[in-house]
């Protein structure tokens, strides 16, 4: 049996694109039916649409798209969440014949369909609950005392993931930067699987974020976000503490909430979303040395993943895809 394929990239990268040609090609040429596994973490919540570049209808060009709109912003999705769901879809694929094509953004969910998760601790709330007392400030100076390395990947204001690597220090004695350096060892486990990493030099996909995030702007970012921050019956938020996380929609509901001017929500969700690009690219040069892989230098088309290049790039895929 062939290998499917786990398509990678930085924000902004053509991803999406490419899966697209892909299922297409695999179609016209080989007669079989590809379907499209959304491995994006906020692409999951409903309503949440403009801000996180979730296909329209006409960019999924008739491919079923799976993993996408299936619950609640208010609602709690994770890891292992969207794992189980992944891996049923898969098996459901290829029982029926069709290639399943992964495609995303959220790096951890790939590198857990791949290699499995990362266990460490279950969580413990009356220890979160004391972490959460004790402020933002005091638990980012706490992060940069006992694990400095997770210090420099989480964002300072990212207080979930904070509390859950302190959380895993106080309760095993251990780092989470250790525990998961441990998990990176560990070797790529799955064999049935392809891995097709888009690559872009900074200048190039930063000048795509910024070119996005004027789009989003323009299609409607912030009444998205607005009917989402009032919806509910009552006036109050349908965005949950996740959801109201995510890039774009945390700044825009600041400036709603009246801490800063729409230019400056806007300005943030660049830099912040140029910021989260590089960490992707640092798990990329990881990932370069899959035995297996496939890599593809997307920004050398002047028109970046569509056209004539995806439709060659997708044609590399299928041939990877045999051998």
């Known amino acids: 049996m062939s290998r499917f394929p786990v398509i990678v990239g930085p924000t902004a990268g053509g991803k999406s694109a490419l899966a697209v040609a892909v299922a ?5 040429e080989r007669g079989v039916t590809a379907e499209i596994v ?9 309503k949440m649409d403009i801000g996180t570049a979730k296909p329209t209808e006409r960019e999924r060009e008739g491919i079923t798209h799976h993993l996408i709109d299936i619950v609640e912003p208010t609602e709690r999705f994770t890891l292992s ?3 189980a769901r992944a891996e049923r879809v898969i098996e459901d694929c290829r029982r029926r014949g069709a290639v399943p094509i992964v495609v995303g953004g959220t790096h ?9 998760m990362f266990e460490g601790p279950g969580a413990d709330e009356a220890l979160r609950e004391t972490l959460r007392a004790m402020g933002r400030e005091a638990l980012r100076a706490e992060l940069e005392r006992v694990d400095p390395e997770a210090a420099r990947r989480i964002h300072p204001n990212d207080e979930r993931r904070t509390i859950r690597a302190l959380e895993v220090f106080r309760l095993t004695g251990s780092t989470i930067s250790a525990q998961q350096t441990q998990w990176d060892g560990a070797g790529r ?30 299609r409607g970012l912030r009444e998205e976000v607005r009917a989402l921050a009032t919806g509910a019956e009552d006036g109050t938020s349908l965005l949950g503490p996740t959801a109201r996380e995510a890039l774009g929609y945390k700044q ?10 729409l ?3 806007v300005e943030s969700i660049k830099i912040e979303t ?50």
Do not use: C
């Open 38 to 46: 959304s491995a994006d973490a906020y692409q999951v919540y409903r």
């Open 274 to 323: 140029r910021r989260f690009a590089k960490n992707q690219r640092t798990w990329l040069r990881r990932l370069r040395a899959t035995p297996g892989s496939l890599w593809i230098d997307a920004g050398a088309s002047a028109g970046g993943v569509r056209g004539e290049a995806a439709n060659a790039w997708a044609q590399s895929v299928l041939q990877k895809m045999h051998t």
């Open 252 to 261: 825009i509901v600041e400036h709603l909430e009246g801490t800063r001017t």
């Open 263 to 265: 230019d400056e929500a």
């Open 24 to 28: 297409h090609r695999l179609t016209r």
């Open 81 to 83: 969440d969207w794992l």
């Open 108 to 116: 951890l969910y790939v590198k857990a369909l791949l290699e499995g």
């Open 189 to 218: 486990a799955r064999t049935d699987a392809l891995l097709v990493g888009l690559e872009w030099e900074t200048e190039a996909i930063n000048r795509r974020i910024n070119a996005r995030v004027r789009e989003m702007m323009e």
